[in-house]
C-alpha cells in the first residue's frame, strides 16, 4: 500500500510568518510530488511540482524534496490571511501508470 | 469557460435512488478520474480511466460504476444510493503526455446527500 502522510493540523502561523508543510512518502520509488491547496469547498488547485532533490522557489512558495528521507515540504513566505487552507501532497509512484497518491491534507489557518 | 466541468454541482436523493454524476473536459486529456471527499477522509480514488477503452478499479468503487462514453466524458453512478455515500465528488483529468510531472486538473464537484 503506497501511503503519502501528513499531519492534519490545524497549523496556526500569524501573518508575515513562513508557514512550514511537511509529507512523507513510503514508496521510494516515486517519481514526482505535487502540492495542491483546497479551499473549504472547493475543489484542489496545483501550487507546485518537484521532481528533482533540492529545493524549487515560485514567488512566496518554496517545495523541498528529499528523496534519500522520503520527505517534501513546502515552505510559504510572508503569509496570508488567503492562503489560509488545506493543503494536500500528492505523490507518482514508481509504478508508472497510476493515478496521484494523496495525503489527507494539512490545514492551514493564518492568523491577522 | 471551465475546463473541466461537473454536472449537477449539487443534488439531493433518497435512499434507493440511482444517481448520475457528468463530468465533461475540454482538455484534450485522455485521463480521468472521480474521487469523493468527506471531511478528515482526504480523496479517496473511486474509478479511473486511461483511455474509453480502459476503465480501473481505486480504492473504493463498491456500490458505484463509471461509464466513459467518450474522451471527453466521464460519468459516475451510484446503482442504489446510500446515506454514507454522501460526499462531495470530484472529477479530475490529466495528460498522459506529459509523463511523470503531469498533474491532475480538477472539476469544481458536486456535494451529493442521501437522505
Known amino acids: 500500500q503506497k501511503e503519502v502522510e501528513q499531519n492534519s493540523g490545524p497549523l496556526s502561523v500569524p501573518e508575515g510568518a513562513i508557514a512550514s508543510l511537511n509529507c512523507t512518502y513510503s514508496?521510494?520509488?516515486?517519481?514526482?510530488f505535487f502540492w495542491y491547496r483546497q479551499y473549504s469547498g472547493k475543489s484542489p488547485e496545483l501550487i507546485m511540482f518537484i521532481y528533482s532533490n533540492g529545493d524549487k522557489e515560485d514567488g512566496r512558495f518554496t517545495a523541498q524534496l528529499n528523496k534519500a528521507s522520503q520527505y517534501v515540504s513546502l515552505l510559504i513566505r510572508d503569509s496570508q490571511p488567503s492562503d489560509s487552507a488545506t493543503y494536500l501532497c500528492?505523490?507518482?509512484?514508481?509504478?508508472?501508470?497510476?493515478?496521484?497518491?494523496f495525503g489527507k491534507g494539512t490545514r492551514l489557518s493564518v492568523i491577522a | 469557460d471551465a475546463d473541466v466541468t461537473q454536472t449537477p454541482r449539487n443534488r439531493i436523493t433518497k435512499t434507493g435512488k440511482r444517481i448520475m454524476l457528468e463530468c465533461s473536459q475540454t482538455k484534450g486529456h485522455d485521463r480521468m478520474y472521480w474521487y469523493r471527499q468527506d471531511p478528515g477522509l482526504g480523496l479517496q480514488l473511486i474509478y479511473y480511466?486511461?483511455?474509453?477503452?480502459?476503465?480501473n478499479k481505486g480504492e473504493i468503487s463498491d456500490g458505484y460504476s463509471v461509464s466513459r462514453q467518450a474522451q471527453a466524458k466521464f460519468s459516475l453512478s451510484l446503482e442504489s444510493a446510500i446515506p454514507n455515500q454522501t460526499a462531495l465528488y470530484f472529477c479530475a483529468t490529466s495528460d498522459a503526455s506529459g509523463g511523470a510531472v503531469n498533474e491532475q486538473f480538477f472539476g469544481p464537484g458536486t456535494r451529493l446527500t442521501v437522505l
Open positions: 514508496d521510494r520509488g516515486s517519481q514526482s
Open positions: 500528492a505523490v507518482r509512484p514508481n509504478s508508472g501508470n497510476t493515478p496521484l497518491v
Open positions: 480511466s486511461f483511455d474509453v477503452k480502459d476503465i
